[in-house]
């Protein structure tokens, strides 16, 4: 392979749109992250009643009118908002961009229980009349339709759809749009995820009834993964979109790249629909360092899946020492502690908030560990405050997801 | 209802369709669609609405009366003669 076929085959990041509970674009997030800024607050929703969440406050005016805002979907508009940030981000002069050469491809974890829910209050009012049942419905909850608004909002011709991934989709995002590019089958790839969840009842009660949903006086302090007091996931919306191209194309525009995509992984436990699998995640990790061509011990930051259930944790600890062992020099986080559990958004947002330690040199830290679950005591892992690490190269970011769906995904700096 | 009521409470319905559009100086006896970004699924927002406002099924082959303010409060005004309007 001649230098310029090769670089034909490097995946670069070259833009970041992101919308998350404590920050609306990359710079106001990461500086949240450092500052231990949390994005929980109290939150209200029918039938579940009070509980918490992590809410976004982006602008959804800044791209959409608002006959848009009401037809389309909260995906739909967190996408909008992060596709387009993306693009301001990477420099890209929009018009001269071929229209069929962009292919948009967003990870969910889920997408249509929100407006499904929606219709059915509506028509519980008319005595459940099906009448009343909105015409708007099916284009709403088709499969595609966070990435298809995307394509309508931004007049983007080439293919466009969503990877449901569960948990897993924010990494699967961002692997198939690399996977596309080297494919041929589009030139710039918007790719991440996203998600609406927090708007549905429905991921609530099933948590608490799966006795999975945090409860804590204080909304900052109820995110606690790794802590022994932890009690459940906090459910957030967001979302992350990154642009992605060949490195050939954005070393030609000058582009300023984030980051080059050099190792991937996807596997799965089948073992549970629920608990996680320690044996297929260090696969996943090991196949992704194999594929990066790396050791272990030339990562230097771990960006964990990590929910704050007691399992998720332990069985995540277990697997990151199969590969880490002991290791002190990989530095390993949490982002989950700040925001909750993004959901589809989940594994793009927490590799985001990350990929600016390749420029500072700080790894962020985890908050709300008072008191250390012994078994995840990993050696690495950063608490209470941020670090310091000499030439940060290799960033590893876990993202897991019900059903045993584990993605992995390897940034080095360019 | 009234035809001056009906055509309020279709101005209202309107509003909440096209929450972009300047409706003040609607010109009642043009089309809709001459004046205003509707499309298909808006005329059908505009059927839902009068649906759950007054729980009236209008059959989709009288769906052109709909066209302008003129010809939809003129199509309206007896369906909705015993009918009070809506809070």
Redesign the interface.
């Not at chain 1, 749009?177 to 996203?194: N, P, R, S």
């Not at chain 1, 991921?203 to 302090?221: C, K, M, N, T, Y």
């Not at chain 1, 992704?288 to 704050?308: K, M, P, W, Y």
């Given at each position: 392979m001649t230098p310029s076929e090769k670089d034909d085959r490097r995946i670069v990041i070259t833009g970041v749109g992101l919308t998350a509970p404590n920050g609306d674009n990359l710079t106001d997030f990461r500086a949240a992250l450092l500052a231990g800024k949390s994005g929980v607050d109290h939150y209200h929703i029918r039938y579940v009643g009070d509980t918490l969440a992590g809410e976004c406050h982006f602008d959804e005016l800044l791209y959409q009118?608002?006959?848009e805002l009401?037809?389309g979907t909260r995906a739909g508009s967190v996408s909008i908002y992060c596709a387009n940030q993306a693009v301001a981000d990477s420099g890209i002069e929009w018009g001269k961009i071929e229209p069929e050469r962009v292919g948009v491809y967003i990870g969910v974890t889920e997408h249509g229980n929100v407006e499904t829910e929606n219709e059915i209050n509506e028509i519980k009012a008319?005595d459940y009349d099906t009448?009343?049942w909105?015409?708007?419905h099916n284009p709403r909850t088709v499969a595609n339709n966070p990435a298809g608004e995307v394509t309508l909002n931004m007049g983007i011709t080439g293919p466009h759809y969503t990877i449901g991934a569960a948990c897993a989709a924010g990494n699967a995002g961002l692997i198939q749009g690399a996977q596309m590019l080297q494919l041929g089958e589009c030139d710039l790839a918007i790719a991440g995820g996203v998600s609406e969840s927090i708007r549905t009842f429905g991921i609530f009660a099933g948590f608490a009834s799966q006795g999975a949903l945090a409860e804590h006086v204080d909304p900052h302090r109820a995110s606690r993964p790794f802590d022994l007091d932890r009690n459940g996931i906090v459910v957030a919306e967001g979302g992350c979109l990154f642009i992605l191209e060949r490195y050939s194309d954005a070393a030609k525009r000058g582009a300023k790249i984030y980051g080059e995509l050099v190792g991937h992984a996807m596997t799965s436990d089948a073992s549970d629909f629920v608990l996680p699998n320690p044996e297929q995640q260090a696969r996943c990790m090991n196949q992704a360092l194999q594929r990066a061509q790396i050791n272990a011990d030339q990562i230097d930051i771990v960006s964990t899946h990590a929910t704050a259930t007691t399992s998720g944790d332990i069985q995540e600890c277990v697997a990151l020492r199969q590969i880490f062992g002991d290791s002190s020099t990989t530095l390993i986080n949490n982002t989950k502690s700040f925001i909750g559990h993004a959901m589809g958004a989940a594994g793009a947002l927490e590799l985001a908030g990350n990929l600016p330690s390749f420029d500072d040199a700080v790894c962020h830290h985890t908050i709300n560990v008072d008191n250390l679950d012994p078994e995840c005591a990993l050696p690495g892992l950063v608490l209470g405050e941020p670090r310091t690490k000499n030439n940060v190269t290799y960033i590893l970011n876990n993202s897991f997801g019900m059903l045993g769906t584990n993605s992995v995904v390897i940034i080095k700096k360019v | 209802m009234t035809g001056e009521e009906i055509r309020e409470e279709v101005l209202d319905i309107l509003e909440t369709i096209a929450p972009d559009e300047d409706l003040s100086d609607l010109d009642d006896s043009k089309s809709f669609r001459e004046q205003l970004e509707l499309d298909s699924m808006d005329f059908l927002d505009i059927v839902m609405e009068l649906r759950k406002r007054h729980r009236i099924q209008i059959p989709e082959d009288d769906y052109l009366n709909l066209a302008s303010m003129d010809s939809t409060v003129t199509y309206l005004k007896p369906i909705l003669k015993d009918v009070e309007k809506a809070k």
């Amino acid at each position: 392979m001649t230098p310029s076929e090769k670089d034909d085959r490097r995946i670069v990041i070259t833009g970041v749109g992101l919308t998350a509970p404590n920050g609306d674009n990359l710079t106001d997030f990461r500086a949240a992250l450092l500052a231990g800024k949390s994005g929980v607050d109290h939150y209200h929703i029918r039938y579940v009643g009070d509980t918490l969440a992590g809410e976004c406050h982006f602008d959804e005016l800044l791209y959409q009118k608002r006959k848009e805002l009401r037809r389309g979907t909260r995906a739909g508009s967190v996408s909008i908002y992060c596709a387009n940030q993306a693009v301001a981000d990477s420099g890209i002069e929009w018009g001269k961009i071929e229209p069929e050469r962009v292919g948009v491809y967003i990870g969910v974890t889920e997408h249509g229980n929100v407006e499904t829910e929606n219709e059915i209050n509506e028509i519980k009012a008319f005595d459940y009349d099906t009448k009343i049942w909105s015409h708007h419905h099916n284009p709403r909850t088709v499969a595609n339709n966070p990435a298809g608004e995307v394509t309508l909002n931004m007049g983007i011709t080439g293919p466009h759809y969503t990877i449901g991934a569960a948990c897993a989709a924010g990494n699967a995002g961002l692997i198939q749009g690399a996977q596309m590019l080297q494919l041929g089958e589009c030139d710039l790839a918007i790719a991440g995820g996203v998600s609406e969840s927090i708007r549905t009842f429905g991921i609530f009660a099933g948590f608490a009834s799966q006795g999975a949903l945090a409860e804590h006086v204080d909304p900052h302090r109820a995110s606690r993964p790794f802590d022994l007091d932890r009690n459940g996931i906090v459910v957030a919306e967001g979302g992350c979109l990154f642009i992605l191209e060949r490195y050939s194309d954005a070393a030609k525009r000058g582009a300023k790249i984030y980051g080059e995509l050099v190792g991937h992984a996807m596997t799965s436990d089948a073992s549970d629909f629920v608990l996680p699998n320690p044996e297929q995640q260090a696969r996943c990790m090991n196949q992704a360092l194999q594929r990066a061509q790396i050791n272990a011990d030339q990562i230097d930051i771990v960006s964990t899946h990590a929910t704050a259930t007691t399992s998720g944790d332990i069985q995540e600890c277990v697997a990151l020492r199969q590969i880490f062992g002991d290791s002190s020099t990989t530095l390993i986080n949490n982002t989950k502690s700040f925001i909750g559990h993004a959901m589809g958004a989940a594994g793009a947002l927490e590799l985001a908030g990350n990929l600016p330690s390749f420029d500072d040199a700080v790894c962020h830290h985890t908050i709300n560990v008072d008191n250390l679950d012994p078994e995840c005591a990993l050696p690495g892992l950063v608490l209470g405050e941020p670090r310091t690490k000499n030439n940060v190269t290799y960033i590893l970011n876990n993202s897991f997801g019900m059903l045993g769906t584990n993605s992995v995904v390897i940034i080095k700096k360019v | 209802m009234t035809g001056e009521e009906i055509r309020e409470e279709v101005l209202d319905i309107l509003e909440t369709i096209a929450p972009d559009e300047d409706l003040s100086d609607l010109d009642d006896s043009k089309s809709f669609r001459e004046q205003l970004e509707l499309d298909s699924m808006d005329f059908l927002d505009i059927v839902m609405e009068l649906r759950k406002r007054h729980r009236i099924q209008i059959p989709e082959d009288d769906y052109l009366n709909l066209a302008s303010m003129d010809s939809t409060v003129t199509y309206l005004k007896p369906i909705l003669k015993d009918v009070e309007k809506a809070k």
